[in-house]
């Protein structure tokens, strides 16, 4: 339960439950829009190029998002364990994710599907109000959740300790089947 990855659509409640999962394990959650969001705000050269893309609904280019995320995992925080949020969303990030865990001896130990339909998708992004949370941004970023992230589903399912966890439920309920499928 050290190493955890969170896979599911926008909306689906991973932030939430990444963040619950976390505080109670004592170690950070790493969440790649939150640390996109941070470079938007402060303007950095990174958060200048990614806006655009984050605007649409579309997944920021690998090549400005890889350095970031390995060097957030190689930060001290990141060595006893870390809850990550958002990433990968691809298959290039995940091999390139497997590959960076090896080199750092580091292997993730779960990785949770939450798994919620469209329609409480929609909704629950819709009461959230985020920049890019309008239905067409948000229908867009589910496309590319069903066409990029969600093959992640079978790459995981043959290599790793993959647990769907029904996320469509009070967040209470998520959080407690989410305990008891991974923590023993
Ligand atoms: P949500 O899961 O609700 O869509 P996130 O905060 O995870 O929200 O992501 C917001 C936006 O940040 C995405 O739509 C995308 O543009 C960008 N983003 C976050 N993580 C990644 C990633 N791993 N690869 C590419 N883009 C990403």
Redesign the pocket.
């Known amino acids: 339960m050290r190493r955890t990855i969170f896979l599911g659509p926008?909306?689906a409640g991973?932030?939430t439950q990444a963040k619950l999962l976390a505080d109670f394990c004592q170690i950070p959650h790493i969440?790649?829009?939150?640390l996109?969001r941070a470079a938007v705000a402060n303007q950095t050269k990174l958060g200048k190029r990614a806006q655009e893309?984050?605007e649409r609904?579309?997944?920021?280019p690998d090549n400005l998002?890889l350095g970031m995320v390995a060097h957030r995992l190689e930060e001290p925080d990141a060595a006893n364990g870390w809850v990550l949020?958002?990433?990968?969303?691809n298959v290039v990030?995940a091999e390139f994710l497997e590959e960076l865990l090896g080199q750092i001896n580091q292997p993730s130990d779960w990785v949770i599907d939450l798994e919620v339909p469209d329609e409480t998708v929609i909704a629950r992004?819709l009461k959230r109000g985020r920049a890019?949370d309008n239905e067409v941004t948000i229908r867009h970023?589910l496309e590319v959740y069903r066409e990029q992230t969600a093959p992640l589903i079978e790459y995981y399912s043959q290599r790793n300790h993959l647990v769907s966890i029904n996320g469509d439920r009070p967040v209470e309920e998520v959080a407690a089947a989410l305990k008891q499928a991974i923590i023993t």
């Open positions: 926008p909306g991973k932030g969440a790649t829009g939150d996109l893309y984050m609904g579309d997944l920021v998002l949020d958002g990433f990968p969303r990030q992004t890019d970023r």
